[in-house]
């Protein structure tokens, strides 16, 4: 069975996915993608420019048509594409049109699968209305929950005779899974789009196929709390905010910490009153190994922590402190590399009058904070990360920088920030 590669251009800007697809051609792609954010940012004229840079090349639309099948097919073989993509939920006279269309223009119709309950038992209709190719398809939103398009592939391979594509978080690892799960072709987005050295990506990853024997990827999509601690220690606070849509991200909280500590953690939380350090210090006895203590003290400015409650957490290895109120002893918590963040610094410290309490939902730093809550502080600031959201936001933030990873590379290579973006296309009017 030959495998085909297909790199999806997910990106918005022609003169980047042109770039990307020059490169992964040499890297040994077969076909070309031109994705639905690229078509929707550019048009038709994305796929006329492929067409033209690539004339051997596969190109392939992802237009995602729901209705109007037959004219958006036309519109898109004519502007160059090989395949079309169709939605599987789709009514079949869509399809059919869609079908009809492609055979009287020269290209292939591709059903995407996405949203489809029942795929085997949708993919053998979908078979005899006519269509060249079925797509089992997990989205980017998906994927960042952890969805998995690997136990579908086969369940539809066993029941067509037509090729079956796979789409979503495959790389290097989980390329030859696919194939032997019955995918022949191998539709590969952001393992290559976001590598700052996509020939050697590709390369990777056909190879990997060719051989039949995964090669280990660093991307992450698992959901234990050590694999979402080591995803939050590979990213930035800025990272994480810009996955949040700046949610999260506490204000007027200054971080407190030697160059390049970081600090990861879930949230015990304390509610205090200014000076009163009696419930901040019971929670270093509650708090486990790897725990941060978030406290709120509405912006007091008399303090409730320093170095012998630091060093307390230091020998008990908790992750560290934040304070929406004062702290001391700033010179002995950096000598210990202890990571503190709070509002205000004070010599002067308070009572322990025991008012407050532990493990409630509090306010820091203008965020709402849980117990159990992730919490991630590096020297931009402290970000409040829900539980129940973790493993998105962790998948979400790798994204983001991966993204920026490969704009830094185009930077260096000689571009600038504004032209890589294009940022006037984007400016409003």
Sequence with gaps: MKVITQVALDLVDSHRALQIAEESVEGGIDWLEAGTPLIKAEGMDIIRQLRAKFPQQTIVADLKTMDTGGLEVEIATKSGASVIT?????????????????RQYGSKIMIDMMQ??????RAKELESLGIDYICIHVSIDEQMVGGNPLADVKAVSEVVDIPVAVAGGINSETAVLAVENGASIIIIGGAITKA??????????????????????QQFKKYGLEEIREAFSKVSTCNIADAMHTRGSMTGIIPIINHGKKMIGQAVTVRTMDGDWAKAVEAIDIANEG??????VNGGETAIWGELASESCKQKGIA???????????????????????RHRRSAAGEPKGFG????QIKCGNQTVKPGDWIVGDESGVVVIPQKEAVEIANRSIDVMEREGRIREEIRRGSTLSQVIDVKKWEKQ
């Design 86 to 102: 169709i939605m599987g939920v789709s009514e079949d006279s869509t399809i059919t049109e869609a079908v009809k269309s492609a």
């Design 116 to 121: 489809v309950k029942d795929k085997p038992a």
């Design 196 to 217: 700052t050295d996509v020939v050697g990506a590709t390369r990777e990853i056909v190879q990997s196929i060719a051989d039949m024997k995964p090669i280990a990827s």
């Design 291 to 296: 725990d941060i203590i978030v406290c709120d």
């Design 320 to 342: 560290g402190i934040v304070i929406d109120g004062a702290i001391r002893d700033i010179d002995a918590i950096l000598d210990m590399d202890f990571p503190a963040f709070a």
């Design 357 to 360: 309490e532990i493990n409630v």
